[in-house]
């Protein structure tokens, strides 16, 4: 499982880092909340630890464009900051738990391991716009018709439910659905958006002009 790590401090990023991959967790780092922002959207997330004290911009503004966007991975933050104000604003903006500095490293892997749990259990399934994935048995339903998709076509779907309403460009949709660098000569995406189109029905993914598609009704 992927673990996100927001830690501006390198020595607490490092110590985190070991311990974390030592118990069989994928971990990646951000030591800013530009940073933060652009490795939250990773659709393979399972996790983010989030310190509050970022160079660039307050861990919480982080954690509030994550939910304004509708990313749902779940956030422990950690943080040097213990003022019940803190807390109760940290909670109240989406966070699942709050673990203060300095932290004993078993206390928060446990924690870790328990928001992961619950985490996995709550994802099983997706929602939006009348699209229901399961990402467990790989089926699809559409306004309750079962929907048989390729591969790759859950793949593209899993992401336009899982940012509803977003818009989402060709470029962003080479990366993370086959993994691959922007080529203005691909047609790929235009393809599968195609396929999805006759399957699902004409009027679920729309085109933004000039922008890229978006989960219409979402």
């Known amino acids: 499982m992927k673990i996100l790590v927001v ?16 118990n069989g967790l ?6 800013t ?8 959207s990773d659709p393979d997330l399972d996790l983010a630890i989030l310190d509050l004290g970022l160079p660039d911009m307050d861990g919480l503004d982080v954690l509030l ?9 779940p956030v422990i933050i950690l943080t040097g900051r213990d003022k019940v104000d803190d807390r109760v604003w940290g909670l109240n903006l989406g966070a ?9 490293f078993e206390e928060l892997l446990a924690r870790v ?13 997706l929602e939006a716009g009348g699209v229901r994935l399961d990402l467990l048995t790989r089926e699809v339903a559409v306004n309750g018709r079962a929907v048989n998709l390729t591969t790759r076509e859950f793949a593209l779907l899993e992401e336009f439910v899982l940012r509803p309403g977003q818009v989402l460009t060709r470029e962003q949709l080479l990366s993370r659905v086959w993994k691959l660098d922007f080529d203005p000569h691909s047609n790929l995406v235009e393809v599968y958006v195609r396929y999805l189109r006759g399957k699902l029905g ?10 890229g598609y978006r989960l219409r009704g979402a």
């Open 113 to 125: 391991r328990a928001r992961l749990r619950s985490g996995r259990r709550a994802a099983t399934t």
């Open 202 to 211: 004409a009027g679920f993914i729309e085109t933004v002009r000039g922008e």
């Open 96 to 104: 699942d738990d709050y673990v203060p500095k300095p932290f004993a």
């Open 26 to 31: 994928v971990v990646e780092r951000a030591a």
């Open 33 to 40: 909340g530009q940073s933060a922002l652009a490795a939250g």
């Open 7 to 22: 830690e501006d401090d390198d020595r607490i990023a490092s110590f985190l880092e070991k311990g974390l991959s030592a």
């Open 65 to 73: 464009e994550w939910r304004e966007q509708g990313n749902a991975v």
